[in-house]
Nanobody, 123 residues
């Protein structure tokens, strides 16, 4: 199982980015997918998740600005990030878990992880 996150970059405050997480080796249909992020010098934080029933959840810090979605035909999950600010600067990781129908915010340890993609919000 491999996860490939992409779409990071350097953007000014207020701008938008869309991250992608492409899965290979498994059928996305049965998996819950989460995004996490880790800012420099800080612990990794959960950002958002979507389960196999497309139930979505967000941390308070991104609610209303970020949108997670999945395209099972493409085996890809997206994180649309709008109105970015400096506190969103971090390495973003996607993770997958076969407990796809679970209430995804409480999955204790996602089984598969991808390498991160760096998002830098700066003027």
């Amino acid at each position: 199982v491999q996860l490939q996150a992409s779409g990071g970059g350097l953007v000014p405050p207020g701008d938008s980015l869309r991250l992608s997480c492409a899965l290979s080796g498994v059928n996305l249909d049965y998996y819950a997918i989460a995004w996490f992020r880790q800012a420099p010098g800080k612990k990794r934080d959960w950002v958002s998740c979507i389960n196999s029933a497309e139930s979505t959840h967000y941390s308070d810090s991104v609610k209303g600005r970020f949108t997670i979605s999945r395209d099972n035909a493409r085996n890809t999950v997206y994180l649309q990030m709008n109105n970015l600010n400096s506190e969103d600067t971090a390495v973003y990781y996607c993770a997958a878990d076969p407990r796809g129908s679970s209430y995804c915010p409480v999955i204790p340890e996602y089984k598969y992880w991808g390498r991160g993609t760096l998002v830098t919000v700066s003027s």
